[in-house]
């Protein structure tokens, strides 16, 4: 089904020879987390990102997930959000509701989404009001380091100039550092205004991982792992500053974007 999971200074990869091998590996990964969550803390808090990750996380809608998985114990974020009405073919809340929240029995009031009907700015700032508000009453668990949130899952995707979230190479979002949501008015990919967790959120997370598929990501995946690669553009590259402190990174890679990993070897 895969090459054997291989463990690097930067996380486990998991390249797989299809999509479809690939999203199965995704949804038993987010199953397991899910469950041990539940047993261990009561909940299962995930924070989801937009793009072809969520048409991956349709499998969960099926049989053997959509039974086992204790949905009334999911907490479900946005690790960004396009700021557009929640109607708009843009917006990543509507992506996730008709390809997956719509299909499982979760909680309505569990689902903690961009307030739409505010400017981004504001939209973040509330964001994150309500974020804190979560982390007081603990159901988002807290950095044993700093007093960023600790959810137990943030799923990612990677774009080929290797943004996750809304986070942009050379963006000076990516050195917001005291915050735990901003915004920005300028993204490189359309539509232009978002929020976004900051990357110390993103690196509090219990797990994070990172769907990276398509040969037009392959270099920008190499510069993200590639560790004895210490130029600029690696060491700007948002997917590369990726690294949980305390928590575990998984990369799920397809073979073409895993094209340039020839002649890297892993520390
Ligand atoms: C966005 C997208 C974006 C996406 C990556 C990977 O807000 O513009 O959500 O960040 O996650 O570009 O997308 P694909 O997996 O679809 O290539």
Redesign the pocket.
């Known amino acids: 089904m895969s090459f054997p999971r291989v463990e690097t200074s930067r996380g486990e990869l998991r390249i797989h020879d299809s999509l479809d091998d690939l999203s199965t590996d995704l949804v038993e990964y987010i199953s397991e987390i899910s469950e041990a969550s539940v047993k261990e803390r009561g909940v299962f808090t995930i924070a989801l990102?937009?793009?072809?990750?969520i048409d991956m996380l349709g499998k969960l809608c099926d049989a053997p997930f959509s039974k086992t998985i204790d949905w009334g114990k999911w907490y479900i974020f946005w690790v960004?959000e396009?700021v557009v009405a929640k109607s708009h073919a843009d917006s990543?809340y509507k992506l996730a509701k008709e390809g997956l929240l719509n299909k499982v029995p979760v909680i309505p009031s569990h689902v903690h989404s961009i307030n739409d009907s505010l400017s981004a700015e504001e939209a973040a700032s509330e964001y994150e009001f309500e974020i804190r508000q979560l982390v007081k009453s603990r159901l988002i668990s807290v950095s044993d380091i700093n007093d960023c949130p600790k959810f137990d899952l943030i799923l990612?995707?990677?774009?080929p100039d290797g943004?996750?979230?809304?986070l942009f190479p050379n963006h000076s979002a990516l050195k917001v550092k005291h915050e735990w949501i901003t915004f920005i008015t300028d993204s490189p990919?359309p539509p232009p205004e978002?929020i976004t967790f900051t990357m110390p959120v993103i690196n509090s997370a219990s797990n994070v991982a990172v769907?990276v598929?398509?040969g037009s990501k392959a270099e920008a995946f190499r510069l993200a792992i590639d560790t004895r690669d210490v130029g600029p553009k690696s060491l700007g590259l948002p997917a590369r500053m990726v690294q949980p402190t305390k928590g575990k990174l998984v990369w799920f890679v397809d073979k073409q974007a895993a094209l340039k990993l020839d002649g890297v070897e892993f520390s």
């Open positions: 990102s937009g793009g072809s990750l960004d396009r990543n990612l995707g990677m774009g943004h996750v979230a809304s990919k978002r769907v598929t398509g």
